[in-house]
């Protein structure tokens, strides 16, 4: 995605341009809103959000797909746990988990 000067606009001004950038993001001209020299929010059309959103969940559905597809690797292989294995695993995984925690 390019990014134009025109379409960065500190949180002052788009304050009193809203209705103007609102238009201008929904014809697709997406905008950064900066607030104190920052990039800080995006203005986009709806539609554009929904393609992202839909984009992020197909990710994870092929994250998911993949995350099965090693499990069902590892059970043709045999690395698998007995119930006492998985049981001490994940004793030592949450005892882990909250030492960090408390850090």
Do not use: C, W
């Amino acid at each position: 995605m390019t990014v134009y000067s025109r379409d960065i606009v500190p949180l002052s001004a788009a304050r009193s341009r809203f209705s103007d950038l609102a238009d201008e993001a929904h014809s697709g001209e997406d905008k950064i809103i900066t607030k104190n020299g920052e990039a800080y929010v995006a203005l986009i059309d709806v539609a554009k959000l929904d393609y992202y959103r839909q984009a992020v969940r197909e990710r994870g559905q092929l994250l998911q797909l993949g995350d099965i597809e090693r499990s069902l690797d590892d059970l043709d292989a045999g690395r698998v746990l007995t119930e006492e294995q998985l049981k001490k695993k994940l004793t030592q995984l949450l005892g882990h988990h909250k030492k960090r925690k408390k850090k």
